[in-house]
């Protein structure tokens, strides 16, 4: 797949993980979006190290869409968990 598939898969993707994980994000939809592409990628990655898949088959693989959606999920928690800190401290 080429790159530009890849940032769709993973804007889509970033948008499912937002869907499923509801709440405010400390950076917005254009860091939601990012989170998604970078989600994506990550997915692919652990798809592969972890349970051997290629899971960058296709565009429209099911595989692919899981992987990018999973990926999107994992770093959105871990995106909240880092800045979630932050928007709830007050200054004295």
Do not use: C, E, Q
């Amino acid at each position: 797949m080429g790159i530009i598939a890849w940032i769709l898969i993973g804007l889509l993707a970033g948008f499912i993980a937002k869907a499923l994980m509801p709440g405010r994000d400390p950076g917005g939809v254009i860091i939601t979006m990012l989170i998604g592409i970078a989600g994506g990628l990550l997915g692919g990655w652990l798809g592969k190290v972890f349970f051997g898949v290629d899971s960058i088959d296709g565009f429209f693989d099911l595989s692919t869409w899981i992987a990018a959606i999973a990926g999107s999920v994992i770093l959105l928690a871990v995106y909240r968990l880092v800045t979630g800190n932050r928007r709830h401290h007050r200054h004295a």
